[in-house]
């Protein structure tokens, strides 16, 4: 049997997890501001920073292994809607900070093992990168089930609002260990990893800290999926629109 | 040969002047961020250096200033590289970086290996002090304060 791992295939799969961070880093940046507190907006801002440099670092690789001309800027700012190819969970806007730091728990708690497995990629580049993200990646999720534990165990008002968020973004959990046919290509070459395999360890930290922060997990109902193909949600098109339009609007523009 | 060493050498000694721009007491050597300095025959300069954070604003502005020193000291070919493996650990930073830190009020990190780390306010070096919180001015750092003496100061992060 010939391995197919063309460079095309890597390069698809290394954009996937570079759409997942850019997107999130441009969720909690458009927080900035508006945090409850002074710190919190540091650290927002700060966890949004380390978001985008990974996706900086994996859109610069994979403007190296396409080689055709484009950048790795290029990738993030000039594709649109359906050539993103990120989770649903981190395109879903924030009505409030509960909804943020739901978001943002429920993915971290799978961006670490994430990370860790990646880290033994046989691809150098790919394992330096997810070796510097998990480092990073433990830092967000002991952040973020810090507020879920706060907020869950806090007052009548804040333990119904971030329940109702972890309730609405439920349905976007499953996708994240979905695995295709691509996950499974390049977790056979060991370039990446299939990321079924990461369900336990997501579970288990999930209910360790939904049961400090007195909250229920929701029941397992219907779940929502599509956007590694590029079928998203009505709101990540906005939101690139917001975070693409200078460079379209003044191409080749510079810092 | 003997030639190729001594630019080797003088590259290093033009690099100590390029800063990381959120710590100007530290030189890229200092913090680890330079990983090798190579000379060719023919004199061109390859720099390899490691990123501390993912998103570290200051590795662009670090880049720029390598072309710049080596320009202005004769080097004509300057290449840049950056290498993610091994990432980069504060382990990595000096005895001398880890002084030079807490002389500018910057607690230096401890071992990544120390459960609870064990952290010194660099004003009055009382042990009582707290996390206000993980993520401060820059990635690397995080906001504490001293119960002691009331200081509010940085925490170099062990990563």
Known sequence: ??????????????????????????????????????????????????????????FTYVAKITDDGRSGDDFAMLRSEREYTNLLLVEQRHGGFDDLMARQFLFDAYQLPFWEALSASTDETVAGIAQRAAKEAKYHLRHSSMWIVRLGDGTAESHGRIQASIDRLWRFTAEMFEADDLDREMAASGLGIDPSTLRSAWESTVDAVLEEATLVRPADTFQTSGGRSGMHTEYLGRMLADMQWLPRAHPGLTW | MTAVVSEVDRARVLLERVVDPDLPFLSIADIAILRDVAVSDEGAVTVTI??????????????????????????????????????????????????????????????????????????????????????????????????ECGEPFDYFKAI
């Open chain 1, 1 to 58: 049997m010939s391995t197919i791992t063309t460079s095309d295939a890597l390069a698809t799969y290394v954009i996937r997890h570079a759409d997942d961070n850019v997107v999130l880093g441009q969720r909690l940046a458009e927080y900035i501001s508006r945090a409850p507190e002074l710190e919190e907006d540091l650290a927002v801002g700060n966890i949004a920073l380390d978001h985008i440099g990974v996706a900086d670092h994996l």
């Open chain 2, 50 to 147: 490691t990123p501390t954070y993912s998103g570290c604003p200051a590795m662009d502005t670090i880049r720029e200033d390598v072309h710049s020193v080596l320009a202005e000291g004769g080097f004509g070919e300057v290449e840049v590289k950056t290498v993610y493996a091994p990432a980069w650990t504060t382990e990595w930073m000096s005895e001398d970086a880890k002084r030079k830190l807490a002389r500018n009020s910057i607690a230096p990190p401890d071992s990544v290996l120390a459960v609870v780390p064990e952290v010194l306010c660099p004003l009055c070096s009382s042990e009582s002090v707290n996390t206000v919180s993980e993520f401060g001015s820059t990635a690397c750092k995080s906001i504490m304060v001293c119960t």
